[in-house]
């Protein structure tokens, strides 16, 4: 086989292997940026550690108005699991009216988070939008969610992998945003020693059917 054949082969099956994950054409934010304004957000605001191990998160978005929103279970929302050994399917936490969240939660204003958000919804239909973070040395239990999310890493390392069925990919953070496949089962984990930090928005028109 000649190598340009070779090439378009293996570009074929990268494709093929990685369907789950789409990255997008032509949009690309700045980490840097995101980077700055994450530490000035942090001296306004604490992850919420949800009362679950090596996992926080920082509501971005909220239904207008409405701080119990972004409270409690709402910053955990519905998924689906497979507790044990006998195989068995088990829902978890209660559903959430993720179109209903349509405001910019007040200290993100005027940061470079503010346009972020503000393009990423005129191009994609968005539930919740909140800052994830997944601490060293840690997995998510194996899942599925009710729908794709959509990620921009902020901070990462090269063990920070996320498991879509069989496959496992590396997200940089490069700027790029990637949507993910999470109506199939799948899993983050941090195989590093610092914190993941990842934009993560619920996206409600699934790319994937
Ligand atoms: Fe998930």
């Given at each position: 086989m000649k190598s340009v054949e070779i090439a378009k082969n293996t570009e074929n099956i990268n494709r093929d292997l990685f369907k789950d994950f789409y990255t997008i054409p032509n949009l690309k934010f700045d980490v840097d940026k995101l980077r700055f304004d994450l530490d000035k957000i942090l001296k306004l605001k604490k992850f919420n550690s949800l009362?679950?191990?090596?996992?926080?998160?920082i509501p971005l978005n909220q239904i207008p108005g409405d701080k119990s929103s972004i409270e409690g279970h709402n910053v955990r929302g519905t998924y689906w699991t497979i507790p044990d050994e006998t195989g068995k399917e088990a829902k978890r936490d209660k559903p959430i009216d993720e179109s209903k969240y349509t405001e910019l939660v007040a200290e993100f204003k005027g940061t470079y988070f503010e346009e972020v958000f503000n393009i990423l919804r005129k191009?994609?239909?968005?539930?919740?939008?909140?800052?994830l973070l997944k601490e060293p040395r840690s997995t998510l239990s194996w899942h599925r969610d009710p729908e794709p999310r959509l990620h921009i890493p902020i901070i990462t390392n090269k063990g920070c992998r996320m498991v879509i069925?069989?496959?496992s990919k590396h997200m940089p953070a490069d700027g790029t945003v990637t949507i993910t496949n999470n109506t199939k089962y799948h899993n983050f984990f941090n195989g590093g020693e610092q914190n993941r930090i990842h934009l993560v928005a619920c996206v409600l028109e699934n790319p994937f059917n």
């Amino acid at each position: 086989m000649k190598s340009v054949e070779i090439a378009k082969n293996t570009e074929n099956i990268n494709r093929d292997l990685f369907k789950d994950f789409y990255t997008i054409p032509n949009l690309k934010f700045d980490v840097d940026k995101l980077r700055f304004d994450l530490d000035k957000i942090l001296k306004l605001k604490k992850f919420n550690s949800l009362g679950i191990k090596n996992f926080a998160a920082i509501p971005l978005n909220q239904i207008p108005g409405d701080k119990s929103s972004i409270e409690g279970h709402n910053v955990r929302g519905t998924y689906w699991t497979i507790p044990d050994e006998t195989g068995k399917e088990a829902k978890r936490d209660k559903p959430i009216d993720e179109s209903k969240y349509t405001e910019l939660v007040a200290e993100f204003k005027g940061t470079y988070f503010e346009e972020v958000f503000n393009i990423l919804r005129k191009n994609f239909k968005l539930g919740r939008v909140r800052i994830l973070l997944k601490e060293p040395r840690s997995t998510l239990s194996w899942h599925r969610d009710p729908e794709p999310r959509l990620h921009i890493p902020i901070i990462t390392n090269k063990g920070c992998r996320m498991v879509i069925e069989n496959v496992s990919k590396h997200m940089p953070a490069d700027g790029t945003v990637t949507i993910t496949n999470n109506t199939k089962y799948h899993n983050f984990f941090n195989g590093g020693e610092q914190n993941r930090i990842h934009l993560v928005a619920c996206v409600l028109e699934n790319p994937f059917n």
